[in-house]
């Protein structure tokens, strides 16, 4: 109760207080305003007017906020004859005397160019001059579509002692709400104009014990990207574009940025150009509670973590997840962490299918945690082989050695010995090793001592002792990415080492329309796409299975077909059917494309030698188990069955189809026919055929069969509906015949028949994949396999006795099983 009645006394006392809204603003001269804007081909002097539209439509727009509500416009150049500029600005803009007081920017120390000092000093003194102050909320020019609703919220959360930061897209910010109680302190040691400003300046409110509420996101306009993106919010809101009408005017009168800008980075309010000072790594500042630990990880300021900042299309929760394991505890004071005792995350595993944007994700890691690109290194796995003794172990070596270095000079210059200027703490490097699996394979999976497979051994032994050497300071962060995470030695993936692992998949539909918007950025900016955003979504619906890599691609080709179907000279754009054509192009690694031409072969091999029959029509029937193939009893019902799994009526998880027959050549082409069609019922965006003579599989060892079997079920689970023929399972799982033992006179060993006998290695790889569930619970596959003997089919039942669930569905053609 007593702390109900403090809360309520606060709010009251906050309610009777000032909150203040202050603009920074830069004037729009000519050349020296957003130059990222002016070099995208807009020119000097269309950029500075719409800079100046975009002023004039904030200064109108905030002059009609709430009654109480202080406004500030906080000018540069901060001398007299732009005092008098700046008036007349506001009475253009229609605004009443008084309306917004002017004050000139002025920053406390003499790098007058420092955002965080501007910032610090505008906070101080507006409390000063305006005292009793609730709320003070900073905004800038560039962001127009921030409207009062954003600014009510900033100060509503300040009644309750909460900051309140809207988002820019490009990872800045656009609005801040401080509230009374927050430090000046809080803009210190905030990376400017990075992809990462926003989550910067969420840190530090949480080190200053502020906590955050992350409002609407809003365009921050300072290259030819987000004007687009502006021109794009505008155009679809017509609120919007009735309170931005001179900038939409200009927009509207054809000013259209157009060179490829250069993304990723963000100005907070609108004076971040001016911020000359270096970005420093996320982890000044002083805290002295170690809860922040908790604060720093909370969910709000996470949001903050936007792939899209680092075009990465999908991947807002893997970064995010990474963002709150391994950034929460670097945002803290290295002296704080010491005294904890605390130890960062220093390792990263990213894995998944080749293409999906680990290594991009790893990259974006990198920026997050203030990295400069000099101190991050990609390492290709095979690029540290050497063919001399002992030279791959040094190569692995070197990476480290710099750190090494940085490490060890910090710590004899805070002993004392050594050069004083080492005493600021070490930088974070970082390494990323790609393919890390070509470097790390299983030192049991390396086979029998050979040359290459001794220094792979000694390459990860080195590794590993690198990695378990890491000083507390942790100035070196690890992230690898592989397709293989079942090749990597556990002993990578221990705590210490490679600890945090996640699996970046498949994208699924949405993920696809953002990468497609990503790629198809450049296009749209040109005024070379002819599809709006629904477009896109369509597309992505169409592209299932697709890679972020292979959407790439798809686009590439798409504008590939569009300049080659122009007319020379004519003006191109790329429309929905280029682009389809080019999904069309690209086949994709987790498709059916290869499965469709495998079945075809089947088919084939399935027709009865009928003369003049054709080879794909299955014989009378066209294969899939509706209108043909009547002769084979049940089909139709089977297909049904299949088809209904597939579209995960029946739930997720495996569904597998045993289709027997065998005895005559009829028997054995019918069986074959029956899979297909049950195959092709699934309809399945993943086709996979594994036949026991495939030339993968000829001439390999049980345990390589194995391999490839548990490989191809394992690639399937990733897709959401998946169907994987295992044609001849009986020989898959190598069936054979184990003679009997006849009537012996004077033996007393009982005479046994004949019997089907497996490899134990194969038909475990058999069972495994038939009892294999997805890891995603929605998701679905159909094994359809066949067995081309009775026998063995008999006996692959009795094996199963008990567990016949392995079989949800089974067709006898020609025979009855007996199980
Ligand atoms: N999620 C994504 N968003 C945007 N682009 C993507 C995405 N995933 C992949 N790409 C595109 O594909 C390219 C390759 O991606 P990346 O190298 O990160 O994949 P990877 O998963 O590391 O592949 P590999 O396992 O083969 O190394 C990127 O340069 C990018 O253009």
Redesign the pocket.
């Known amino acids: 109760l007593p702390s109900t009645f403090a809360l309520a006394a606060r709010r009251a006392r906050l309610r009777a207080s000032t909150p203040v809204l202050v603009l920074v603003a830069k004037y729009p001269t000519p050349g020296a305003s957003k130059t990222r804007l002016a070099a995208s081909g807009l020119g000097d002097a269309r950029t500075a007017e719409v800079a100046r539209a975009m002023l004039l439509d904030v200064l109108a727009r905030h002059a009609r906020a709430g009654p109480r509500v202080q406004r500030v416009l906080l000018f540069s150049p901060p001398d007299g004859a732009h005092a008098d500029k700046f008036a007349r600005l506001l009475r253009e803009a229609g605004c009443a005397e008084g309306d917004w007081t002017l004050v000139p920017m002025r920053s406390t120390d003499a790098r007058s160019s420092n955002l965080t000092a501007v910032l610090m000093d505008a906070l101080t003194r507006v409390r000063a001059r305006f005292a009793p102050v609730s709320t003070t909320i900073f905004i800038g020019a560039d962001a127009p579509t921030v409207g009062e609703d954003a600014v009510r919220a900033a100060i509503v959360a300040g009644l309750d002692g909460r900051a309140h930061l809207c988002p820019a897209e490009d990872g800045g910010y656009t609005l801040l709400g401080v509230p009374a109680d927050a430090p000046a302190s809080i803009f210190a040691g905030v990376r400017w104009s990075a992809a990462t400003t926003a989550i910067s300046q969420a840190a530090r409110l949480a080190e200053a014990g502020v906590r955050v509420d992350i409002g609407a996101t809003f365009v921050d306009v300072d290259d030819a990207a987000s004007f687009e993106d502006l021109r794009e919010k505008l155009a679809a809101d017509d609120g919007q574009r009735a309170l931005c009408s001179r900038v939409w005017a200009l927009i509207e009168h054809g000013v259209a940025a157009h060179a490829e800008p250069n993304a990723g980075a963000a100005d907070a309010p609108a004076a971040a150009e001016a911020d000359a000072t270096a970005a420093e790594p996320l982890r000044t500042g002083a805290c002295s509670d170690a809860a922040v630990v908790a604060r720093a990880a909370q969910a709000g300021e996470l949001q903050l973590v936007r ?1 899209e900042a680092f ?5 807002d929760e893997a970064l995010q997840t990474i963002a709150r394991r391994v950034l929460a505890t670097r945002a803290l004071n290295p002296a704080l962490v010491e005294r904890l005792r605390l130890r960062h995350t220093r390792g990263l595993l990213l894995h ?1 299918p ?7 994700a790893a990259r974006a890691l990198g920026r997050l945690l203030g990295c400069a690109d000099e101190r991050v290194r990609l390492v290709a796995g095979p690029e540290l082989y050497n063919q001399y003794v002992g030279r791959s172990e040094s190569n692995v070596r070197e990476l480290f050695a710099d750190a090494e270095r940085e490490q060890r000079e910090y710590a004899e210059a805070a002993a004392g010995v050594g050069d004083a200027g080492a005493r600021a703490p070490p930088r974070l490097h970082m390494l990323i090793f ?2 890390i699996d070509a470097l790390t394979a299983r030192r049991a999976d390396t086979d029998g001592g050979s040359g290459a497979s001794v220094t792979g051994s000694l390459v990860l032994s080195q590794l590993l002792a690198k990695l378990d050497g890491l000083s507390p300071l942790n100035n070196i962060f690890v992230a690898g ?1 592989t ?1 293989r995470l079942d090749a990597i030695d556990e002993a990578l993936l221990r705590p210490g080492r490679l600890e945090l692992q996640l699996e ?1 998949g498949l ?1 699924a539909v949405g ?1 696809r329309a953002q ?1 497609l918007h ?2 198809t950025a450049p296009l749209r900016r040109e005024g070379r796409l002819a599809l709006d955003a629904a477009g896109l979504d369509a597309l992505a619906a169409l592209a299932v299975n697709y ?3 292979e959407l ?1 691609a798809a686009v590439r080709a798409a504008v590939s077909r569009t300049v080659v179907g122009a007319r020379r000279g004519a003006p191109w754009s790329v429309s929905a059917r280029e682009l389809e054509a080019g999904l069309r192009d690209v086949r994709p690694a987790f498709g059916d494309a290869d499965g469709r031409e495998a079945l075809a072969r089947m088919c084939a091999r399935g027709a009865p030698p009928r003369a003049g029959a054709a080879p794909n029509d299955g014989g009378g029937g066209d294969g899939d188990g509706r209108a043909g193939d009547a002769e084979i009893a049940g089909l139709p019902e089977l297909c049904a069955r299949v088809r209904s799994a597939a579209r995960g009526e029946l739930g997720g998880g495996t569904f597998a189809v045993l289709v027997c027959g065998a005895g005559t050549d009829a028997l054995a082409r019918a069986r074959t026919r029956a899979a297909v069609a049950a195959a092709r019922a699934a309809d399945a965006p993943l086709l996979r055929v594994l036949a026991s003579e495939e030339p993968r599989l000829l001439g390999k060892r049980p345990f390589e069969r194995a391999e490839v079997l548990a490989r191809t079920v394992r690639e399937a689970h990733r897709s959401p509906v998946s169907c994987v023929v295992l044609e001849h399972v009986d020989r898959l799982a190598g069936a054979h015949l184990v003679r009997g033992l006849p009537p012996c006179a004077g033996d007393s060993a009982t005479p046994t028949a004949a019997r089907v006998d497996f490899d134990r290695e194969l038909l475990g790889a058999v069972v495994g994949a038939l009892t294999a569930q997805p890891r995603e619970p929605t998701h679905v596959c159909v094994l359809v396999c066949t067995c081309a003997s009775d026998a063995a089919c008999d006996a692959l039942f009795s094996r199963t006795a008990g567990e016949d669930a392995f079989f949800h569905a089974v067709l006898a053609v020609g025979h009855k099983v007996s199980s």
């Open positions: 792939g075009g990465i299309g999908g991947l998944g080749p293409g999906t944007g680990k290594t991009l790609d393919e990415t397709n970046i994208p993920a990468i990503i790629h890679t972020g890599a790439e």
